[in-house]
């Protein structure tokens, strides 16, 4: 199965930074990735999806980009609600698999 | 809107059978061309894929969990179920019962429920 590796583990921003952070794929899943945001005691919520496509409703702060292997999802200026967990998730090859997570901390 | 509620025992006997149902409500769980999923997290860890159901009836399975899984659907109650046989203490988790749009979106989900397995 196809191995995502988030990098860093925990990433530490002043509200109103850029926070940049990083999904790698075992494998090439194209453009099969998407991003979701997660916050204590919630179920994800979808962020990105087609490496690059903004789900409804997600502010245009959010944004990703990469292909192949490499992939990104930037924050453009941190809000306070923007703290949470970040996953990336692979739907090229099944099963479809998840990062372990990269935390987003004050 | 779409809205999924999960129900299940919060606590398994190892070599038992977990079973979780999520109901429905805002649509139908026959609907055309709606997959309807589970995801599970192990605590501190990130999410696993565990399968999903086609409103055809057809599932896929992780295969790391097929022997073991069976994931069903009842259109009389709206609901869609998962049955996790032979469960051990690396079935502890918190499960998740989703839609996944084209099969792997995580469009809508359901509020998670921790299940523990220990005797």
Redesign the interface.
């Known amino acids: 199965e196809v191995v995502l590796t988030q990098s860093p583990d925990t990433l530490s921003v002043f509200p109103g930074e850029r926070a940049t952070l990083s999904c790698r794929a075992s494998q090439t899943v194209n453009s099969n990735l998407a991003w979701y945001q997660q916050k204590p005691g919630e179920a994800p919520s979808l962020l990105i999806y087609g490496a690059s496509t903004r789900a409804t409703g997600v502010p245009a702060r959010f944004s990703g980009s990469g292909s192949g292997t490499e992939f990104t999802l930037t924050i453009s200026s941190l809000q306070s609600e923007d703290f949470a967990v970040y996953f990336c998730q692979q739907y090229n090859h099944g099963p479809w698999t998840f990062g372990l997570g990269t935390k987003v901390e004050i | 809107q779409l809205q999924l509620q999960l129900s299940g025992p919060g606590l398994v006997k190892p070599s038992e059978t977990l079973s979780l149902t999520c109901t429905v409500s805002g649509g139908a769980v026959s609907r055309t061309n709606y997959y309807w999923g589970w995801v599970r997290q192990p605590p501190g860890?990130?999410?696993?894929?565990i399968g999903s159901i086609y409103y055809t009836g057809s599932t896929?399975y992780?295969?790391?969990l097929r022997s073991r899984l069976t994931i069903s659907v009842d259109p009389s109650k709206n609901q869609f179920s998962l049955n996790l046989s032979s469960v051990t203490a690396a079935d502890t988790a918190v499960y998740?019962c989703?839609r996944p749009v084209?099969?792997?979106?995580?469009?809508d989900?359901?509020?998670?429920t921790t299940v523990t397995v220990s005797s």
């Not at chain 2, 084209?102 to 469009?107: D, F, H, P």
């Open positions: 860890k990130g999410l696993e894929w896929d992780n295969p790391s998740y989703a084209r099969g792997a979106l995580l469009q989900w359901g509020k998670g």
